[in-house]
């Protein structure tokens, strides 16, 4: 039996976000492959009864992904920056049309420090994504809380949330 257990990373709810039955917490086996960290818990709400769509996420990490982290957070539109540099080198003609204004700038809530990232489609006929980080440090080691979803604001009281009960 403890062989088994060993075989599977059970799933973990992420603290702060909900625990009703429109979030689905992921198992682990899938993501523990992450070069970046370890994951200890990953969240998602996708579906219809979703008030917006959602994913939460929680790393640790180390070493150099640690340091590469950090350095990040310290300044977010590294991250913006290097996102549209690729954005620009796309010589993908089925997305030359579409325009992604990305902004990015730091924010914290409890005490803990992080970024909001924005990618703002520019058009009709395209959407927009957002996305936070939270970090924590432990030691050696950096315990980060990343959120992705439809809204800024949404994006906001997620790692709000987070930082209350989870950090």
């Known amino acids: 039996m403890a062989a088994l257990a060993g075989c599977i990373a059970v799933p973990r709810s ?3 976000v909900p625990s009703d039955a429109e979030w689905l917490v992921l198992p682990l086996r899938s993501w523990a492959a992450i070069e970046h960290g370890e994951p200890e818990a990953v969240a998602a709400c996708l579906g219809p009864p979703c ?19 950090r350095a990040v957070l310290a300044d977010p539109s590294r991250l913006a920056r290097g996102l549209s540099e690729l954005a620009r080198a796309d010589d993908n003609p089925r997305r030359a049309d ?6 990015a700038e730091r924010f914290s809530a ?11 489609g520019e058009g009709a006929r395209t959407r927009s994504a957002f996305g936070g980080a939270l970090a924590r440090e432990e030691g050696a080691d950096l315990r980060v809380a990343f959120v992705v979803g439809d809204s800024r604001e949404g994006v906001e009281g ?10």
């Open 110 to 120: 409890d005490g803990l420090s992080g970024f909001v990232i924005a990618l703002e």
């Open 14 to 16: 992420v603290e702060g």
């Open 51 to 69: 008030a917006e769509r959602m994913k939460v996420s929680i790393l640790r990490l180390r070493g150099d992904q640690a340091r590469d982290a």
């Open 98 to 103: 579409v325009a992604t204004r990305i902004s």
């Open 158 to 167: 997620a790692l709000r949330q987070i930082a209350a009960r989870a950090f």
